[in-house]
Every structure is written in C-alpha cells, then in structure tokens.
C-alpha cells in the first residue's frame, strides 16, 4: 500500500521538524555546557588573581612593616648619636670654660701682690729684706694698686 503523497510530505516536514527541534535542543545544551565551562574558568582564574592579590599584598605588608622597623632602627641610632654628640659637647663646653676660668685666675693672679710687695699711696712697693723699691711698669712709670691689686701684670 502506497501512502498518499500528502502523508509522505507531512512525514518529511514532521521529521524535519523533530531534526530541527533535536538540533536546537542539542545545541542548546552544548551551549549550555560551554557557558558553565567558561563560567568555571573564569570563577578558578579570579580566585587564583585574588589568591595572587592576597600573597602580593601580604608581601607588599611584610616589606613596608621591615622598612618602617629599619627606619625606627636609624631613627633611634640617630637618637643615641645626637644624644652622644650633644654630652660630649657639653663636657668639652665645660672643659673649654673650666679652661677659660683657670687662663682668668691665672692672668688675675699676675695682678694680685705677692707678700713680698705691698700699696702704699696708690703705688705698688716692692720689699727686699730691708731695702723699699717702687715696681715699674713697661712705660717706666711706676706701677698702680688699689688693695692688694696691681692694675697692670706684676709678672
């Protein structure tokens, strides 16, 4: 039996149909695959880069936490070396004006009279055993006291 044209016509297009709708649905799912395949990878490469991030950030934190203990390092070692400086040039202060103070004794000890010399009228006297001269100074005028000093260098 012989099937009518119209039946082997509605046959072809129903099979065409149902290879159309096959297609699609297949392709579908494929495209379906690929989409959570790709959505994997890119959800694995972002974890990786925020992985990456975290060690590079945690580097970057280790780096500056070294320099700025470095840099307190220097800091303090400046410190103790100003503080160092600064008593040492204190006591050389002290011994430049423990200096000055002995140099100004001393010069104001060449202005005081000796025991051997004495003021009289103004005038320093000097006193040899029994004998009773006038000091001169390096003008040739005698020299002038008031107390026991002299106003110029008696030595």
Known sequence: MAAPLSWKLGGAV??????????????????????????????????????????????????????????????????????????EYQVAQARREEARRQEALRVKATFRLNANQKCAGGIVINRSGSSFTQAIGKTGEPIKCTGDMAEEPLR
């Open 14 to 87: 129903a099979a065409v149909i149902v290879a159309a709708l096959a297609w699609h649905g297949a392709s579908q799912y494929l495209a379906g695959r690929h989409a959570d395949e790709l959505t994997r990878e890119v959800a694995h490469n972002t974890e990786l880069q925020a992985q990456q991030a975290k060690l590079q950030a945690q580097q970057r934190s280790e780096q500056l936490a070294a320099t700025l203990q470095r840099q307190r390092d220097d800091l303090a070692t400046t410190y103790q070396q100003v503080n160092q400086d600064a008593v």
